[in-house]
């Protein structure tokens, strides 16, 4: 989308308080641009903010003042933007959104780094491969999903003291320890050119449970993403949860699963915890030929 506001600044910096100047001056105020959208299925505008400078703000600290003013940058009242967040520490993966056309984690950008490298706004929009739910926030329900086809658990018979459990070497929890960072937030799926999104309309009269069928069977088609490839290779090398690895491959195998990767390794590039996605993705098509020529085989 073309914004036909000019911020009329020459070459990148600014000198009438809205942004830093090639001095480094702190602003007066910070001009930011939110891609709304006001339900699932409506289109989608622009709306800009004003908000008051403060040293160490991130861009949720941002999003609380627009919230707390409830007024765009024209002054009209407006309903405060949406967004999801919950442990501001980029942990639990809730805050993601596209940022100055970037996917991050909104609790870890840190305003004065978006303006040094974008003195004229920062510019918010929800990422582009899930439904929105309303302007930031959107459902992720298919990345859920995705685990859910990898069975991305250790399956137990129960929670009762069955003593001590196989043991894992070291060199072994060196390589799982990153894996085991993924907080499922997107932004690998986000980067990723061959995940797309996965939009449904909801029929007249249809039921609850008939458009979650619906979707799923959806999701299930669609491609898994980097993130369910990757937490199949962390479970598949614990000494517990390699028992069902077979079926972490057969679903890695089928219909929307490692096949559809192209090799394209944005995901890697994006991803806030540094998990090497890459080197799962090798893994896992190693593992599946090996699986399907066993099977094939009667191995």
Request: glycine share 8%; proline share 5%; net charge negative.
């Amino acid at each position: 989308m073309v914004d036909s506001h000019s911020n009329g600044h020459a070459n990148g910096h600014s000198h009438d308080g809205h942004g830093h100047d090639e001095h480094g001056h702190k602003p007066d105020h910070i001009e930011v641009r939110v891609l709304r959208q006001d339900g699932p299925g409506q289109p989608s505008y622009w709306e800009r903010h004003s908000v008051k400078y403060e040293a160490d703000m991130n861009v949720i600290s941002v999003l609380q003042r627009i919230a707390a003013n409830a007024k765009n940058a024209e002054g009209k009242h407006v309903a405060p933007v949406a967004w999801d967040c919950n442990c501001l520490e980029e942990v639990c993966g809730a805050c993601t959104m596209v940022i100055n056309g970037k996917v991050r984690q909104a609790c870890s950008a840190l305003v004065d780094k978006l303006l040094s490298d974008n003195p004229a706004e920062i510019e918010l929009q929800p990422m582009t491969k899930f439904p929105v739910v309303r302007d930031l926030a959107v459902d992720r329900t298919r990345l859920f999903s995705a685990l859910s086809r990898v069975k991305a658990w250790v399956p137990v018979d129960g929670y009762y003291d069955m003593g001590a459990g196989p043991r894992y070497p070291a060199e072994d929890q060196e390589t799982a320890y990153p894996l085991s960072q993924c907080m499922s937030c997107g932004c690998c799926v986000e980067a990723c050119p061959q995940y797309t999104k996965v939009e449904l309309e909801r029929i007249e009269g249809e039921t609850e449970e008939a458009y979650n069928a619906r979707c799923k069977a959806d999701y299930d088609r669609a491609f898994v993403g980097p993130h369910a490839i990757s937490q199949a290779m962390l479970f598949n090398q614990h000494p517990t949860g390699k028992n069902i690895a077979g079926e972490r491959l057969d679903a890695l195998t089928a219909e929307g699963g490692l096949q559809v990767c192209g090799n394209a390794q944005n995901c890697v590039a994006v991803c806030p915890k540094l998990i090497p996605l890459t080197t799962s993705i090798a893994r896992a098509g190693r593992a599946t030929t090996l699986h399907v020529l066993k099977k094939w085989f009667g191995a």
